[in-house]
Structures are given as C-alpha cells and as structure tokens.
C-alpha cells in the first residue's frame, strides 16, 4: 500500500524569499507518478508539479522545482521568489499504475509580506 | 476543458437523514473517487469507482456506500447521516495520470 508522509503542518516563508515543503513516501511499485497539490481557501485542488518516477531529472514548473531523491522516497517541493498568492495549503500525492490517488496530511504555508 | 462538477458547495443534514453527494464528469473518464478532508488528517479516501457498476473501497468506507450507474455519475451516500461525518467531501476523476477535482462539499450534520 502506498503511504504519503508529510510531517510539517505548518511553515512560514517571507515574501521573495525561498522555502521548501519535505514529503516523503513509500511504496513497493517501480512505475509511479507524484505530485504537489495546492488547496487555496477556494478549495479547488490545483496540480503544481508531477514527477514521473522513471524520470531522474527533476521536475520545474517555473518557481517550483522538485527534488526527487527516489531512493530514499523523498519529494520534496522548492518555491522561488515567493509570493503572497503562494499561500495556501500544499499536499503531496503519489499515484501507482492504475490504482488510487493516495495524498498526505498537507502542510500550511504562509506568506510574510 | 474537463468539467468535474459536485452538486452542492455547502449542505446541512440532520442526524440521521439519508444524504447524497452527487459527482458529474464531462470527460468519459473510467476512474472516479471520493475523499474526505478533516484538518490536520488531509484527504482521506472513502471510495472510488473504475468503471460502471463497479466500486472498491478505500480507506474509511465505513458509513457511506456510493452508487455509479452511469459512467459520468458517481454518488456518495451517507445512509444514516452523524456528527462525525461533517467533514468536506471531495470528487475527483482520472485519466491516466491526470486527476481532476470538483470543488469540494462541506457538509454540516446537526
């Protein structure tokens, strides 16, 4: 079974300034996907970034970047140059070849002006 | 654009009232889910489907039961609503490894 894990509820970043949100995983699939997520207070589920498992460069969407550290099952997400519209509620998700989207407990991010 | 659509963004039930979560995708797609979000838990899955007629359980069935009678509806069901499952309900479908998501029904039960 697959298990997402992110263990900071919280974090706090300035504006323009660089942060990053750990997640770590686990599951016994050689063919996986994973993503960010970010919830606004509008709820809707936004995707990031994905990461294809087989892929070793590590996946950028412009401010955000990745680190993807695949065999200590670590993804963590990096946002450049944050801003005040950053703030929201991030979760990191995996998904395995035709099964279930499994989404760890999320982490809050604020932005400091 | 794919279109994920729930019935309702914000619903109060009363104890004990049989309540339905409606989903609707415009896409065809196979795959279909349902989560509950609960601050400091994240999204938990309850159910999803892979195609009509057919239903898995997730991680916390227990208290809902979900329908999929056609391939661009599938409903949660709380048969018997309680307190404990005001929560926001989630809907997503899925592609490949693409997901879609509805906008989330936060759910009140007195």
């Known amino acids: 079974a697959q298990t997402v894990t992110q263990s900071q509820p919280e974090m706090s970043v300035q504006e323009a300034e660089t942060v990053t949100l750990s997640c770590t995983y686990d599951?016994?699939?050689?063919?996986?996907?994973l993503f960010w997520y970010k919830q606004p207070p509008s709820r809707q589920m936004i995707l990031v970034i994905r990461?294809?498992?087989?892929?070793?460069q590590n996946a950028t969407e412009n401010r955000f970047s990745v680190n993807f550290q695949k065999a200590a099952k670590s993804f963590s997400l990096k946002i450049s140059d944050s801003q005040l519209g950053d703030a929201a509620m991030y979760f990191c998700?995996?998904?395995?070849?035709?099964?279930?989207?499994?989404f760890g407990k999320g982490i809050t991010l604020s932005v400091r002006p | 654009d794919v279109k994920v659509t729930q019935s309702s963004r914000y619903l109060v039930k009363r104890t004990g009232e049989k309540v339905f979560l409606e989903c609707v995708q415009d896409?065809?797609?196979?795959?279909m889910f349902w989560y509950r979000q609960d601050p400091g838990l994240g999204l938990r899955l309850i159910y999803f489907?892979?195609?009509?007629?057919?239903?898995e359980k997730g991680d916390i069935p227990e208290g809902y039961s979900v329908s999929r009678e056609k391939k661009e509806r599938f409903s949660l069901i709380l048969e018997s609503a309680s307190t404990n499952q005001t929560s926001m309900y989630l809907c997503?479908?899925?592609?490949?490894?693409?997901?879609?998501f509805g906008s989330g029904t936060q759910l009140s039960v007195l």
């Open positions: 997503a479908s899925r592609v490949e490894e693409k997901l879609f």
């Open positions: 599951t016994s699939e050689s063919d996986y996907y």
């Open positions: 990461q294809e498992a087989y892929k070793q």
């Open positions: 998700a995996s998904i395995e070849t035709n099964s279930k989207l499994t």
């Open positions: 896409m065809d797609h196979e795959n």
């Open positions: 489907s892979y195609d009509v007629k057919m239903k």
